[in-house]
């Protein structure tokens, strides 16, 4: 199975839960996995995390050095997958203009064509809303598109993945 992250899945990751200096372990997670073709994003992702900022953080230089974890969007299928989603949330009766503009202008409607697709799952930590939340959502959009979502928690889990303590030789090394 392939896992398509969100931008909040890294985002979340080092503001809260695995932030890079304490975590580490989470980081070459993500990235030993990609190298076995598990997980990985896509390119709309990669722009989201690399903007020209004028103190880039840890996540934008993390997001560079593995720019081999963001996969392109260019084929005629996704752009085709793209078009529907796009027409799907124009044409929703309780979405206003600037939520669509905003949905539209991000990596999230990508995200989900892209995992329609080539089958993958979208790990996310947005949450359904319901039918009548004028707020586009991933797992909403997703679930009109047969494309399943799931949140980096599970997913740790689903990989077998265990983020294990250092000895106390491995933290004199790193220091």
Same mark, same amino acid.
């Given at each position: 199975?392939?896992?398509?992250?969100?931008?909040?899945?890294?985002?979340?990751?080092?503001?809260?839960?695995?932030?890079?200096?304490?975590?580490?372990?989470?980081?070459?997670?993500?990235?030993?996995? #990609?190298?076995?073709?598990?997980?990985?994003?896509?390119?709309?992702?990669?722009?989201?995390?690399?903007?020209?900022?004028?103190?880039?953080?840890?996540?934008?230089?993390?997001?560079?050095?593995?720019?081999?974890?963001?996969?392109? +969007?260019?084929?005629?299928?996704?752009?085709?997958?793209?078009?529907?989603?796009?027409?799907?949330?124009?044409?929703?009766?309780?979405?206003?203009?600037?939520?669509?503009?905003?949905?539209?202008?991000?990596?999230?409607?990508?995200?989900?064509?892209?995992?329609?697709?080539?089958?993958?799952?979208?790990?996310?930590?947005?949450?359904?809303?319901?039918?009548? +939340?004028?707020?586009?959502?991933?797992?909403?959009?997703?679930?009109?598109?047969?494309?399943?979502?799931?949140?980096?928690?599970?997913?740790?889990?689903?990989?077998?993945?265990?983020?294990?303590?250092?000895?106390?030789?491995?933290?004199?090394? #790193?220091?």
């Amino acid at each position: 199975m392939i896992y398509l992250l969100d931008a909040n899945s890294f985002i979340q990751a080092k503001n809260f839960h695995y932030r890079m200096n304490v975590v580490p372990g989470f980081w070459t997670w993500l990235v030993q996995k #990609h190298e076995q073709a598990d997980i990985r994003s896509i390119d709309h992702v990669y722009s989201e995390l690399t903007k020209t900022t004028p103190t880039p953080d840890d996540l934008h230089n993390w997001s560079i050095t593995n720019k081999h974890f963001f996969h392109g +969007s260019k084929d005629i299928q996704i752009q085709q997958a793209y078009a529907e989603i796009a027409n799907h949330v124009v044409q929703h009766s309780i979405y206003s203009q600037g939520e669509i503009a905003r949905f539209l202008s991000g990596a999230d409607p990508w995200l989900i064509a892209v995992a329609r697709t080539i089958g993958a799952v979208i790990v996310t930590h947005e949450v359904m809303v319901p039918n009548n +939340s004028t707020k586009v959502k991933i797992p909403n959009i997703s679930r009109v598109f047969d494309v399943e979502c799931t949140d980096i928690f599970d997913l740790l889990e689903l990989t077998f993945a265990q983020l294990v303590l250092g000895t106390e030789a491995d933290k004199q090394a #790193h220091y």
